[in-house]
């Protein structure tokens, strides 16, 4: 029995669409927020694995390096600076940032740092841009093979019908996560190939929700009267059927995103999608499996982050649901 249209806008739309939008904004933004270059690497020894909240003194050297220290003291001769346990002097004819009370610039690491001293922060902030990407453009991807074949299933006569939809059997049969592992391991991983590889093969459910509405609407009698009126099927298909039909196509594109995003992250920790230096929220969270303990950090804001865009278009799916498909 259809279910009542509610009034309003319902809330898991209107906080999954809030919270998709907040990510997608924070995504777009994140050269701006991002605090530091998510590749850059001044000081390893001296930054690798800090800890949230962690603030250093950064001295520029006019050899160009620079040299991050914990604590710092100011003396006629220079400055004189400790880092890695021990005490260093610094002439000041070698400290290009020099102040009077020290130096001019300071490191704050608000998310902590990984094993290259690379702020996190700005690290998740630009891996949210790649997962996001990669997510949006192997859906797309996905839903135009999957309403193409869909359609063709529907409208291509028996044959053309048992051949796709036995295709679309067979490839639901083998495990998804198994045969993008396979694909990646004879290509070369990276985003374009990582994108190809989800959509490519992610279209499989969208291809058959299509032929059913399809099928469902070939028999209306607005599709009835336009057959009447000699218009062509491909016209049909595009000003009557699809219409029509992609409510629930979209609806369960929706919710393919979050399970895009899960399985690149997902080739991505095994090292097979998104390779570093490139940031992905799947390539961090590996990053931090080794030293989960003693520097919890590193996987567990990516990995927070990952969590809460999976919910969110989990969210915006039932909410699109609800708002849109009273049949539900």
């Not at 929706?254 to 999608?273: P, Q, R, Y």
Request: glycine letters at 8%; hydrophobic letters at 50%.
């Amino acid at each position: 029995m259809p279910r009542p249209r509610r009034a309003g806008v319902p809330p898991p739309l209107a906080w999954g669409g809030g919270l998709v939008v907040a990510l997608v904004l924070v995504a777009l933004a994140a050269p701006w927020l991002a605090p530091y270059d998510p590749a850059e690497q001044l000081d390893p020894p001296a930054a690798r694995y800090r800890p949230p909240g962690t603030e250093l003194a950064a001295v520029h050297l006019k050899s160009g390096e620079w040299r991050f220290a914990e604590r710092l003291r100011r003396t006629p001769e220079g400055i004189e600076i400790e880092r890695l346990g021990r005490t260093e002097t610094l002439p000041a004819s070698e400290v290009v940032n020099l102040t009077p009370s020290g130096v001019a610039d300071r490191r704050l690491y608000l998310l902590g740092s990984d094993r290259f001293g690379r702020d996190l922060l700005s690290r998740t902030l630009h891996g949210a841009r790649v997962s996001l990407a990669v997510g949006v453009l192997a859906m797309a991807l996905a839903l135009t093979i999957g309403v193409a074949l869909g359609s063709a299933a529907a409208l291509g006569g028996r044959w053309i019908d048992a051949v796709i939809m036995r295709g679309v059997d067979a490839l639901m049969a083998f495990p998804w996560l198994f045969l993008m592992l396979a694909l990646a391991a004879f290509l070369r991983p990276g985003p374009a190939v990582t994108v190809t590889i989800l959509g490519a093969t992610g279209w499989t459910r969208i291809s058959r929700l299509t032929r059913a509405e399809i099928l469902s609407l070939s028999n209306r009698e607005f599709v009835v009267a336009a057959r009447a009126m000699g218009q062509r099927p491909l016209k049909i298909l595009w000003r009557h059927l699809l219409p029509n039909a992609l409510t629930p196509v979209l609806i369960q594109s929706t919710l393919l995103v979050a399970n895009l995003i899960l399985i690149e992250s997902s080739l991505s920790f095994l090292g097979m999608g998104i390779q570093p230096p490139t940031p992905s929220w799947g390539n961090l969270i590996a990053e931090g499996q080794d030293v989960l303990v003693q520097s919890w950090w590193i996987a567990t804001f990516p990995g927070a982050a990952l969590a809460l865009t999976v919910i969110a278009f989990n969210l915006l799916t039932e909410g699109l649901r609800d708002f849109l498909d009273p049949r539900g």
